[in-house]
């Protein structure tokens, strides 16, 4: 299929962009965002979209149009519904656009933001493909929301705080106002937590240690023998070698052996697979360890092109 996906920023793009290309999907982004307050803000998801795209190689169509009085005029009267008017105005521009240039179908990445009304831009979508005849692609894209931070982080992207219009602006600083010391404090401490997620040093360790573990409950024989090896090798090698890029000597020894971490774990997933088949019982195992080594993957192949393209020495 032939999709117009709608792109509200370049962080909820990095997962729905991976999943309808593993389905084998032609993508064409799609920028219309016009009510993002204030313009200066608006100019920042702009621009990191158009990084984002010229790294990954993304065609993005970009209408670039800021129409923050219409927006008021729409739902100052009727706030309450100010998401449906937001969602149906870019949904609907993405729809028409998908139809008159002949696309297969149109979605959009908000259906990876876990602060969306989810079941609302669902029903706007299925609304918008039946009134102008062309089918809307739903997936559940909020699956992939850790993978997109992670990504986004490695890369450098602009990262906004609040969804965009100006009552979530206004909302975010008065819920700031409100919360309490004990708050703040629990806050801080989720924080601290997630840092602990985003330690690469720590997941990749992580990482060889589970697989370690895993080989330790396969039966021993002539088939299993050479992979575990195998795995073992690949699985414990990304982390040796993660910890190598974070103390390399130069730029060009870094990309180097983040370029062995991203090949270490690509070797991960191989041999998980060839387990996976000599061991059906171990079904669930395998592919728990193999998302893990594809995400790795990811990440070390994101970090590889954003230094490549600060035109590090190769």
């Not at 870019?90 to 876990?114: C, H, I, M, P, V």
């Not at 890029?245 to 697979?273: M, N, T, V, Y």
């Amino acid at each position: 299929m032939k999709i117009l996906l709608h792109i509200c920023c370049a962080n909820c793009a990095i997962y729905p962009l991976e999943r309808l290309k593993e389905r084998g999907d032609e993508v064409v982004g799609y920028f219309f965002n016009p009510n993002i307050h204030p313009y200066q803000e608006y100019q920042k998801r702009l621009e990191s979209l158009r990084r984002y795209s010229e790294e990954v190689g993304l065609k993005v169509v970009y209408r670039d149009e800021y129409l923050l009085e219409e927006f008021l005029k729409n739902v100052s009267h009727r706030v309450e519904e100010r998401c449906q008017y937001c969602y149906s105005t870019r949904l609907e521009a993405t729809a028409r656009e998908a139809k008159e240039n002949s696309f297969d179908g149109f979605s959009t990445t908000l259906l990876q933001s876990t602060h969306q009304n989810h079941q609302l831009i669902r029903e706007t979508g299925d609304r918008l493909a039946r009134e102008i005849g062309i089918p809307f692609y739903y997936e559940d894209f909020r699956q992939g929301w850790r993978k997109g931070v992670e990504v986004s982080k490695t890369m450098g992207l602009y990262r906004q705080q609040y969804c965009g219009c100006i009552y979530s602006e206004k909302e975010r600083y008065l819920n700031q106002q409100k919360i309490s010391n004990a708050k703040v404090q629990s806050s801080k401490e989720i924080q601290s937590t997630n840092r602990k997620i985003y330690d690469l040093e720590e997941r990749t360790a992580k990482f060889g240690e589970h697989v370690i573990e895993f080989m330790k409950t396969l039966e021993r024989n002539e088939i299993n023998r050479p992979l575990i090896g195998q795995l073992v090798d690949a699985g414990t090698s990304v982390g040796a070698n993660y910890m190598e890029a974070d103390g390399a000597e130069s730029k060009k020894d870094f990309r180097h052996k983040i370029a062995i971490c991203k090949k270490e774990s690509k070797e991960a997933k191989h041999w998980l697979r060839m387990i996976r088949k000599a061991n059906p019982s171990k079904g669930v195992e395998c592919n728990k360890l193999w998302q893990e080594a594809h995400e790795l993957t990811l990440i070390f192949s994101s970090i590889y092109l954003s230094k490549k393209s600060q035109n590090f020495e190769i």
